[in-house]
């Protein structure tokens, strides 16, 4: 039985204190009062109508409504939901959204409905948002969408008695039980999309690092989409496709057995970062007996390769004052990792007591030569000599391979290098910048002046000026002996000479000088005397800072890192997937190559599109030296990004990044299994929208309840209708009072 009337109350704390002092003091009145009833009665009625006015009740007059039951419909509008639904040309967000437009009047007739559309995140939108309504740059991310759903709808009056999900289960993440279970009402889930037939794989979600370390190890994630393979295994292998095109088998996994009629197997693989700068790597699943067409998947990869350290092998011959300062310098970066040998006791001198039994450490050859080469960045032979330790060729071989290989080597001579040393006929002879004099000893003592040849070199212009760099170099304190040549190979650079002498045909002689071998870098230094530089050039104050200047400077150019860019767009994959939104990464190092911080770089970024179009673009950062660019509404064709960036108020560098686009939509086939799960989740039903029965979703609805509505809402005790029969009243009693004599 609905009241047709009620008085609801407003007023505040104070009018209820006035109220309470005013009914005090009317009953002491009457209590006290020798006047007849009709006259207290006037009285407490006249106070009755004040306290009316001071609180001001509105009178709600009341009737009876059936109140429909509410009714949460989530649209997935992922961008997968671009994709065609299989049903005709629509996409599937194309196909939810015409199946609602077709029962809305049977929906608005059982149901209120409320429509929240999810992708990352989720939003409430009204029913004539949804003609519009279009799939997002983002995945459905159901981890994020649902549980954001289900705090919409907790806030809601009424929460939903029901939750319809229209989706087509396109995620790399399960269904969250919690949010599901926590919305409070069963949740009915209606597939959009054709169900995929036959047999696939897919590899999606492929997930490399920005960057990997030199000589580290990294793993790329991966998601594997697999349908029509439930009890066939399915094997992904690991490639590292070589600049020739090669490819070789890093790593393998064998353990995904698809179980279901569409799986999503989440899975890793790992490599070891080799070589510096961008290497390529090739992912590939392919199904068991997978040599027909579509039981296979490849995903073409690019990692960019930095360093976290320079890794440096420092072999001296002897001590000396070059070995001195040359180790404390390089060991004074922390981003340098630096194994030293020196040689104490020469091996050919016999003592007559065990090696055992010395204070010496036996030189590593074999560990140094074969085991530990391949993990250094740059290789310091320092007046070494090899035949003192009747080193085989097989080890200088292995220092020749690893050159070729991409390594870096440094000769620096003395009296016991060269051909003291035994170079002549070792394959350490073929990797020298220059042939050696017949000439045996060939190492001259004596003070010259190193004259630089190349300006423009990195080694040689170390202040930013030729002039002023040449003046530098004029102004260092001389070297002391140097080595004997024959001649310079072929491809050598020769940056520094002694004026004063020559090679065996006639050229000036070279005292510092450079060649490429393979992929490597050779640098020869005849003379290692150059810790004059730092103790003679430290009283010169234009001169004071060259040695860490120069040493610096021939560890970056030796170990690639002057080849690198200091901004560096991350290689896309290829091929370039053919959905959109395009994630591009970007990466700023400092001086060292270190992640540089965000707070001293400045990133400006173009989008060059076809046509002559440029548009800024906002890089969002990511972390030190990281940032990140989501592309949409890509045109097609050949275009590119350009990069700009200032480092600590200083022009840094740039870097552009050429690509081309052909638009298309995820071929990533409708997933019935996650839906089955999130229904089952949700305590509801499964159906495809091709076949879904409305009149059967909405009958699982409660039916309307009998609830109290206010037709009308009156404010009668403030009407100057009111007022005025509040006056009448006390007038009355007070004409009355007087007439009977009373006070």
């Known amino acids: 039985m609905i009241a047709p009337m009620r008085l609801e109350f407003s007023a505040d704390?104070?009018?209820?204190?006035?109220?309470?002092?005013?009914?005090?003091?009317?009953?002491?009145?009457?209590?006290?009062?020798?006047?007849?009833?009709?006259?207290?009665?006037?009285?407490?009625?006249?106070?009755?109508?004040?306290?009316?006015?001071?609180l001001n009740p509105a009178v709600d007059l009341r009737r009876g409504v059936l109140k429909k039951p509410t009714l949460l419909i989530l649209v997935d509008a992922g961008h997968s939901m671009v994709a065609p639904s299989g049903w005709g040309k629509s996409s599937r967000l194309q196909e939810a959204l015409r199946w609602l437009a077709a029962h809305r009047a049977r929906i608005q007739a059982a149901a209120r409905p409320r429509v929240l559309a999810l992708s990352d995140g989720a939003r409430e939108i009204g029913w004539s948002d949804l003609a519009s309504l279009s799939a997002g740059d983002a995945a459905f991310d159901p981890e994020n969408a649902l549980p954001q759903a289900q705090d919409a709808a907790l806030a809601w009056p009424e929460p939903p008695s029901r939750a319809w999900l229209l989706s087509d289960g396109v995620t790399d993440k399960a269904p969250p039980k919690d949010a599901l279970s926590g919305l409070g009402s069963p949740l009915d889930v209606l597939a959009a999309g054709k169900e995929p037939r036959g047999a696939g794989l897919s590899l999606a979600d492929v997930r490399p690092p920005d960057f990997a370390f030199l000589h580290r190890r990294f793993a790329?994630?991966?998601?594997?989409k697999a349908w029509g393979l439930a009890g066939r295994r399915v094997y992904v292998s690991l490639y590292k496709i070589s600049p020739d095109g090669k490819a070789r088998t890093l790593a393998s996994s064998t353990d995904l057995d698809p179980d279901k009629g569409f799986a999503i197997l989440a899975s890793s693989l790992s490599a070891v970062a080799q070589n510096l700068g961008e290497e390529s790597f090739m992912l590939e699943a392919r199904a068991q007996g997978g040599d027909a067409r579509g039981l296979s998947s490849v995903k073409h990869i690019q990692v960019q390769v930095i360093r976290q350290k320079y890794r440096i092998m420092f072999l001296a011959g002897r001590p000396s004052p070059e070995y001195v300062f040359l180790?404390?310098?390089?060991?004074?970066d922390p981003n340098r990792e630096v194994v030293?040998?020196?040689?104490?006791?020469?091996?050919?001198?016999?003592?007559?007591?065990?090696?055992?039994?010395l204070s010496l450490i036996p030189f590593p050859e074999q560990e140094i030569f074969t085991q530990d080469l391949p993990q250094f960045d740059l290789f310091i032979l320092e007046n070494f000599s090899p035949a003192r330790f009747f080193l085989p060729d097989a080890y200088l071989a292995s220092l020749r391979d690893y050159v070729a290989k991409g390594g870096a080597l440094l000769i620096i001579g003395g009296e016991n290098a060269f051909n003291v040393g035994g170079y002549r006929g070792t394959p350490l002879e073929d990797l020298l910048p220059a042939k050696l004099s017949a000439a045996a000893p060939d190492f001259v003592p004596g003070l010259f002046k190193a004259e630089p040849v190349d300006d423009s070199h990195p080694l040689i212009n170390l202040y930013g000026s030729a002039a002023r760099s040449r003046a530098v170099w004029a102004a260092l304190p001389d070297l002391d002996g140097y080595a004997r040549l024959d001649s310079v190979r072929a491809g050598t650079m020769v940056l520094a000479v002694d004026p004063a002498e020559k090679t065996a045909n006639g050229a000036p002689l070279p005292v510092i000088a450079v060649r490429p071998y393979g992929r490597g870098k050779v640098m020869m230094i005849t003379t290692d005397s150059t810790w004059r530089w730092r103790l003679g050039g430290a009283r010169n104050l234009e001169t004071a800072d060259f040695y860490q200047r120069f040493w610096s400077r021939a560890v970056e150019y030796l170990s690639g890192s002057l080849d690198l860019s200091k901004v560096q767009f991350v290689p896309l994959p290829r091929p370039l997937p053919d959905e959109e939104p395009l994630e591009v990464t970007l990466r700023v190092f400092d001086a060292q190559f270190r992640p540089a911080p965000v707070a001293d770089?400045?990133?400006?970024?173009v989008w060059n599109k076809p046509g002559g179009r440029k548009q800024p673009l906002t890089a969002q950062a990511a972390g030190p030296g990281l940032y990140r660019l989501r592309l949409t509404g890509i045109p097609a064709g050949a275009q590119s990004l350009s990069a700009s960036v200032f480092f600590r108020a200083k022009p840094w560098g740039r870097a552009r990044l050429n690509f081309f686009w052909s638009p298309g939509a995820s071929a990533t086939p409708m997933d019935r299994a996650w839906l089955?799960?999130?229904?089952?989740?949700?305590?509801?039903?499964?159906?495809?929208?091709?076949?879904?029965?409305?009149e059967k979703l909405l009958a699982k609805l409660p039916p309307p309840k009998l609830v109290a509505e206010t037709a009308q809402r009156l404010h009668p005790f403030e009407s100057p209708w009111f007022l005025a029969l509040a006056g009448a009243i006390f007038a009355l009693e007070i004409f009355l009072r007087r007439m009977k004599g009373h006070a």
Not at 327 to 332: H, Q, W
């Open 340 to 357: 030293s040998f020196v040689i104490l006791r020469n091996p050919g001198r016999m003592v007559p007591i065990p090696d055992n039994e």
């Open 327 to 332: 180790r404390e310098f390089l060991k004074s």
């Open 220 to 224: 790329i994630s991966f998601t594997l």
């Open 601 to 605: 770089a400045s990133v400006s970024v």
């Open 13 to 54: 704390a104070w009018a209820w204190g006035a109220c309470a002092v005013l009914a005090a003091a009317a009953a002491w009145h009457a209590a006290r009062s020798r006047a007849g009833k009709g006259l207290v009665t006037l009285r407490l009625l006249a106070a009755l109508c004040a306290a009316l006015a001071l």
């Open 676 to 694: 089955e799960e999130a229904a089952q989740d949700g305590g509801g039903t499964y159906s495809n929208l091709r076949n879904a029965d409305a």
